[in-house]
């Protein structure tokens, strides 16, 4: 939880960066019980925390965007398919959505990209940043192109992907001209919104990375890069710019903290009044 002490705590230089991150809802298991429940795999909060960050859960309950206020930056992380509703298309029969939260998503991304919050979209992730800005998905990769079970292999087993990067992009400037990552879809990206551009691409064709070439730092991977222990480069990336964002707006609320005046200071002094009482 995020601590509600004194301006001097909330404002300490150097500390962890605070990152949101999405969540599913559905139903799990821990000690004697199974019912519904928040869920985050551990990979996504153990590399938010092993970069440097402190992770933030916010579940698709109780959705209000201006939690973000608190927050250095916002993951949203994998999952299920994006309804189709979201994109103007029809529903196809292999594809499972959970509307709820895809507008909890959708509402949280435009309001990070609103606020110029750093901006980490993984898997579903991505293609909810695409959803959002306007953009549109293939529902089924294999219907259009016969290698891409190699990025869905089985059920509960990650395929692999490598892929290329564009020169001068985030996704190059982090990992280099080309990368190899775990991967586990059925749909990706089809018609990119605008203000999105691509920054890799798997051997055959498919969108492997999207981002912004403008303020605020925004990247969407199709890939999953939580699931490579060994390369946390991407979440160390992320984390970086969320502790400069956390420290440059940390410190504007300081100055604006010294600037304004003591409470209980007073009002102005009406001299026109003080003229009338004593003359």
């Given amino acids: 939880m995020v601590s509600r002490g004194s301006d001097d705590t909330s404002t300490a230089p150097g500390r ?3 990152i949101a991150l999405t969540t599913y809802y559905q139903e799990g298991s821990w000690g004697d019980w199974r019912s519904i429940a928040a869920i985050v795999p551990g990979t996504y909060v153990e590399g938010v925390a092993a970069a440097g960050g402190t992770p933030v859960l916010l579940p698709p ?12 930056g916002l993951i949203v992380i994998g999952g299920v398919d994006v309804d189709p509703r979201f994109y103007g298309a029809d529903r196809h029969e292999r594809t499972s959505s ?39 998905l293939i529902q089924h990769l294999p219907d259009v192109n016969p290698d ?7 059920p509960g087993r ?3 992907v490598r892929f290329t990067t564009e020169p001068g ?3 190059a400037q982090l990992l280099g001209e080309s990368a190899e990552s775990p991967c586990y879809h059925h749909q990706a990206l089809d018609a990119v919104a605008e203000g999105l551009v691509v920054t890799a691409r798997a051997a055959d064709g498919t969108i492997e990375a999207v981002e912004t070439t403008t303020e605020p730092w925004t990247l969407g991977v199709q890939f999953h890069p939580e699931e ?3 390369d946390a480069r991407l979440f160390e990336g992320f984390i970086d710019v969320a502790r400069r964002f956390a420290q440059q707006r ?20 009406d001299h026109d009044r003080e003229d009338a009482l004593h003359p």
């Fill in 148 to 154: 891409a079970a190699q990025y869905q292999p089985a």
């Fill in 169 to 171: 992009s985030r996704c």
């Fill in 61 to 72: 309950v109780g959705t209000d965007p201006s939690v973000l206020e608190l927050m250095d």
């Fill in 98 to 136: 959970q509307p709820s939260r895809d507008e909890h998503d959708i509402a949280l991304t435009r309001a990070a990209l609103d606020r110029g919050l750093p901006l980490f979209a993984i898997c579903r992730g991505a293609q909810i940043l695409n959803v959002a800005l306007g953009g549109t």
């Fill in 250 to 269: 940390d410190a504007a609320a300081e100055t604006d903290r010294h600037q304004s005046p003591p409470r209980g200071s007073g009002a102005l002094v």
């Fill in 228 to 230: 490579n222990r060994k």
């Fill in 158 to 160: 990650y395929g692999k």
């Fill in 16 to 18: 962890p960066p605070r």
